[in-house]
Structures are given as structure tokens and as C-alpha cells.
């Protein structure tokens, strides 16, 4: 029989290897393959865009709305009118809000982000009266998933 499991590369994959070695299956038998991930290559026509200087723009627009018609709002009490006062009041909104964005990127990139392990497929060679116990111990140490054939 072969069994065949797919695992988060963890803890749990090595005490699932060296529980399968003591219960008297050689490691002969057991094979262990980590997948590759998805290749760091940019895809040329991405529908989302994730270019940090247009969401900056974008959070800007949205506080400087905001903003001009608070300034425009409180421009008719003001010296210098609604226009002017709501015309102050956007830039200083579009500043804040692509400041905003520019040192929320800033932090973002100084932080390093933890990339994900790749999966480990474990395919174990066994016979069929040990079948029973191999995917215990797979299913006892949070396998994804477990598959069974015949040899």
C-alpha cells in the first residue's frame, strides 16, 4: 500500500516522520517532498494594482473631500469666505491623507513580512496491514490530507 500525505512544513511533520520510523516502517520507505510555492514573478497584466502612490492619491481625494466641506462649512464664519476656507481645508485634507498612507507604507516595508513555508507531501510505502496505523499517525499529527493506493 502507499499512503500519502500532505503537511504544513511544522513540528507536527517531524514528530508524524519519527512516529512512522518507531512504529517499524524503514525510512527506506518513507518519502518526503517539499513542494515549491507560487514563483515570485510579477504578473505582467494584474487587474489590481498595488502601486502605493495611487492608493496615496486615492486616501488624499477622500480626506480632502472630507476636509473641503468642513472648510467650506466653517469659511462662512471665517475673514476669507467658504471658497478659500474649502480650497485650504482640501489641500491640507489630501496631504494628511497621502501622508497617511506614505508612512503607513514606510512601516510596512521596514517590517519584514514572514513568507510562508511550502507544503511537505510525505509518501509512505508500507504493507497493507500497517495501512490502518500510517494514517492514524498522519491524521494524529494534523495532516491536510491523506490519500491511500494500492501498490
Known sequence: MIVIGAFRHSLDLEQALSVLERSGIPRKQLLVVA??????????YSSRTKD????????GFACATGLAVIGASTGFIAPWGPILGGLAAAILGFG????????????LRLRPMPKNLPEVTVI????????????????TYNAMTVGLADA
Do not use: K, N, T, Y
Not at 52 to 59: D, I
Open 96 to 107: 494628511i491623507g497621502f501622508g497617511i498612507r506614505w508612512i503607513h507604507a514606510r512601516r
Open 124 to 139: 509512505v510505502r508500507c504493507a497493507e496491514h500497517q495501512s490502518p496505523r500510517v494514517l492514524e499517525i498522519m491524521w
Open 35 to 44: 513542494m515549491d510555492g507560487e514563483p515570485d514573478v510579477p504578473m505582467p
Open 52 to 59: 502605493l502612490h495611487s492608493q496615496g492619491v486615492e486616501l
